[in-house]
């Protein structure tokens, strides 16, 4: 007898009995159920382990992406060291030359030269920042000269002055600066003779538009580098030589030397015509004489303080037929009552 033989599990087989099916027709039906319902036991481990390591896997990533996180939005945001400043060298030069200076006095520069005022400094600065790339020429080595350099790093610069040593000196001091020392045959003093010498040779070597590179005029400068003569000069400040004694070099030929260059220059295709001159110490008799003579009263749009701001256009397509500066000539000399010139006041 086999009743004392355990039960075999099928807790999930129904068994429906059959009172016509013969017995081995029972067992056959049985094995099937048994094979559908439990799974084999190797099959079962498999599946678990299979299971285990796809949740082990799921959870060690979900981890690791949490903690990157976590990390990078708590780790500040650093950018690599570099060697070069933020700033152009000639802006940081410049700043830390204004910012060393306790008092307006400087020993750099020329120092009977008076630094600009603030509005001064800024007439200048609105055309430099307004004019595309300016090629700027600088007559006198001062106590803005940094500050030009700085201010126009995307143009050209160039400075003038009549001490060879304070070029040298400068240059030495400052990489990359462009200057040229020039020497001056003409005296304060001497001021109405040089006028009336322009004037009545204002058709011949003292015309408006020529090339001041083989010019005879006593006021035009002809011996700097021939390049400077070339260049279409969108800006011009005439802050030198000096000017504030009799035996002084005096302003007269920069004056004439910038008018020149302004009405002679070439613009080409597209070019600018116009030309910005700047004239400092415009309160001194002689900066406001050769001023109106030849940068003209009528192109003077501003004046700030002692600084007077000319625009002349340019005259080259005349092919130097122009034998007048101006339309209308309003010079000292010009004027029937002529006023006597006191030196005590052309230094204020």
Same mark, same amino acid.
């Given at each position: ?17 059959q009172?016509?099916?013969k ?15 439990l ?5 079962s ?8 390591f796809?949740?082990?896997? +799921? ?8 903690? $990157?996180? #976590?990390?990078?939005? @708590? &780790?500040? =945001? /650093? !950018?690599? %060291? ?9 802006? +940081? ?8 200076? $306790?008092? #307006?006095?400087?020993? @750099? &520069?020329? =120092? /009977? !030269?008076? %630094? ?9 600065? +609105? ?10 020429? #600088?007559?006198?080595? @001062?106590?803005e ?10 143009g ?7 001490n ?10 400052n ?30 070597e ?9 010019s ?32 002084a ?33 415009f ?12 940068l ?14 000319f ?23 010009s004027?029937s ?12």
């Open positions: 007898m086999k009743q004392n033989q355990p039960k075999p599990l099928l807790s999930s087989i129904i068994f429906i009995p009172h016509n099916m017995p081995t027709n029972l067992n056959t039906k049985l094995l099937l159920l048994h094979k559908q319902t799974p084999s036991p190797l099959l481990h498999h599946r678990l382990c299979l299971l285990f796809l949740i082990f896997f +799921t959870l060690l990533f979900t981890i690791t992406l949490f903690t $990157t996180t #976590i990390f990078f939005s @708590t &780790t500040p =945001t /650093t !950018t690599p %060291p570099t060697t070069t400043s933020p700033l152009s060298p000639s802006v +940081t030069k410049a700043l830390l030359h204004y910012a060393s200076i $306790t008092n #307006i006095t400087t020993t @750099t &520069t020329t =120092t /009977t !030269t008076k %630094p600009m005022s603030h509005d001064e400094l800024h007439a200048i600065t +609105t055309i430099l920042l307004k004019t595309q790339n300016p090629n700027f020429l #600088i007559f006198g080595l @001062t106590h000269s940094l500050l030009w350099h700085a201010l126009n790093h995307n050209r610069t160039v400075f003038i002055d009549e060879e040593y304070l070029i040298s000196n400068f240059e030495s001091s990489a990359g600066f462009e200057a040229y020392d020039v020497q001056f045959t003409t005296k304060v003093s001497d001021y109405p003779n040089l006028l009336s010498h322009a004037k009545a040779r204002s058709r011949e003292c015309k408006p538009v020529q090339n001041l590179l083989f005879e005029c006593k006021l035009g400068i002809n011996d700097l580098p021939n390049h400077i003569y070339q260049v279409p000069w969108d800006v011009i400040l005439v802050d030198g030589p000096r000017g504030y004694f009799p035996a070099p005096g302003r007269m030929s920069a004056i004439f030397t910038a008018a020149v260059l302004a009405k002679s220059k070439k613009t080409g295709t597209g070019g600018k015509t116009m030309t910005h001159v700047f004239v400092h110490d309160g001194r008799e002689v900066e406001r004489v050769f001023s109106n003579e030849f003209c009263e009528e192109n003077l749009v501003q004046k700030v303080d002692l600084l007077g701001h625009v002349i256009e340019s005259e080259s397509d005349d092919n130097g037929k122009s034998s007048v500066f101006c339309r209308n000539s309003s010079s000292l000399l004027s009552k002529e006023p006597v010139w006191d030196f005590r006041q052309s230094v204020k």
